[in-house]
């Protein structure tokens, strides 16, 4: 068990819906990073905020959106959605000061759009 | 071409074997990680290297700055370490974690 939670573990919902994908990151850790694997791009980078505030942006669609609260637990919302847009989409976390790179990955969040 | 390219693809060992696999980027770098990810999902943080060589029970991670090279060995391979395995890069003066990865090589361990 990483620590880092995330919900739902898998969503099923239809073109055009909206979603919300929750993640709450190791008790202590101010970074959180979130990352899509799909089969035809593999695993990328989306984004990743840092005690509630944005600090790098990766290839994150328009339509998704994502935001850190004061209790540092994130979410990504995902709206508009397309049939492309299944994917898992994990988050992690990481510690403050020297051991900040080190990641902390969730179980991941299944979302499979019909 | 991908900035990360990891070999081989697929590997198939007996249990008991020694076990390489590669990767190679094409950018500067300030650290690269290796995962493990298994079958149905989760992924696992195995190593963070920015230089030299580590070594963790039967994992051992190696990195050549230089070369723009990086090895992940797997030393008496057990059909419990069947999983895939993935080579990511921190790109270097970039974000922390913003990481730019490889395909993964998928580890078969047959007893």
């Known amino acids: 068990d990483s620590g880092v939670t995330q919900t739902p573990k898998h969503l099923i919902t239809a073109t055009g819906q909206r979603v919300t994908l929750r993640c709450s990151p190791r008790?202590?850790?101010?970074?959180v990073y979130w990352y899509q694997q799909s089969l035809d791009q593999g695993l990328q980078f989306l984004i990743q905020y840092y005690n509630g505030e944005e600090r790098a942006k990766g290839n994150i669609l328009e339509r998704f959106s994502a935001q850190q609260f004061p209790d540092l637990h994130s979410e990504l919302n995902l709206s508009s959605l397309e049939l492309g847009d299944s994917a898992l989409y994990f988050c992690a976390s990481s510690p403050p000061g020297q051991l900040a790179g080190e990641l902390f990955f969730g179980e991941g969040s299944r979302l499979t759009v019909l | 071409k991908n900035e990360v390219e990891q070999s081989p693809q697929n590997l198939t060992a007996q249990e008991g074997e020694f076990i390489t696999i590669n990767c190679s980027y094409s950018v500067g770098i300030s650290a690269l990680h290796w995962l493990q990810q298994h079958p149905g999902g989760g992924i696992v943080s195995l190593f963070m290297?920015?230089?030299g060589k580590k070594k963790h029970g039967r994992l051992i991670a190696t990195i050549n700055i230089q070369e723009k090279h990086s090895s992940l060995h797997i030393t008496a391979s057990h059909p419990r370490d069947s999983a895939v395995y993935i080579c990511?890069?921190?790109?270097?003066?970039?974000?922390?974690?913003?990481?730019?990865f490889g395909t993964g090589t998928l580890l078969a361990v047959q007893p």
């Open positions: 990511a890069v921190r790109e270097y003066g970039g974000a922390t974690n913003k990481l730019i």
């Open positions: 008790s202590g850790d101010l970074s």
């Open positions: 290297l920015s230089s």
